[in-house]
Antibody, heavy 119, light 107 residues
């Protein structure tokens, strides 16, 4: 069974850095793209970016490019989403999700990590 | 970038009703469209992929249709467990866009 376990809720001040994680199990981690999705409470999901753990290739949604960094460590089967300088507008729930075996939509999701940025 | 527009934003219905949600893409996406169900505080759950392919374990009352730019999600007979928010998502060349969502409420 595919499982994605995400790190716990985080509270930071504007300007601080943060790295959240998503650990995969139950499948060959290196072989499947893992995406990150942001959702502000009461709003629809937004795709942030995606990483292929096998070779660390990444692709970003343009509005997020340059503000976040997505990475993966296949030795620990963990994907990461990080910020070097958070803004209040980064406050949201962040989900990781794995693409399906037979298509590129997201068939398996983590439970989400709530990020709160407040002074 | 490809935009997707979902309608309606809210839908009030009763148990047993037939419900249809529409998603329109800003350009042709073939059949690269998925539908998700999301309950409060939970991650989205994949219902339909490639426009009409039912995900394993999803009840057969859910169906999807369409191609190109016009797509629909139909729930043939609404059940109590179906009151939730539904999102369409286009996925093309590992780039993704979600619709704004349709909240299905109890009438």
């Amino acid at each position: 069974e595919v499982q994605l376990v995400q790190s716990g809720a985080e509270v930071r001040k504007p300007g601080q850095s943060l790295k959240i994680s998503c650990k995969g199990s139950g499948y060959r981690f290196s072989n499947y793209w893992i995406g990150w999705v942001r959702q502000v409470p009461g709003k629809g999901p937004e795709w942030v970016g995606i990483v292929y753990p096998g070779d660390s290739e990444t692709r970003y949604n343009p509005p997020f490019q340059g503000h976040v960094t997505i990475s993966a460590d296949k030795s620990t089967a963990t994907a990461y989403l990080q910020w070097s300088s958070l803004k209040a507008s980064d406050s949201a729930m962040y989900f990781c999700a794995r693409v399906k075996d037979d298509g590129d939509c997201f068939g398996s999701w983590g439970p989400g990590t709530l990020v709160t940025v407040s002074s | 970038d490809i935009q997707v527009t979902q309608s309606p934003s809210t839908l009030s219905a009763s148990v047993g009703d037939r419900v249809t949600i529409t998603c329109r893409a800003s350009q042709s996406i073939g059949d690269w469209l998925a539908w998700y169900q999301q309950r409060p505080g939970k991650a989205p759950k994949l219902l339909i992929h490639q426009a009409s392919r039912l995900e394993g374990g999803v009840p057969s009352r859910f169906s999807g249709s369409g191609s190109g730019t016009e797509f629909t999600l139909t729930i043939s007979s609404l059940q109590p467990d179906d009151f939730a928010t539904y999102y369409c998502q286009q996925y093309n060349s590992l780039r993704y866009t979600f619709g704004q969502g349709t909240k299905v409420e109890i009438k």
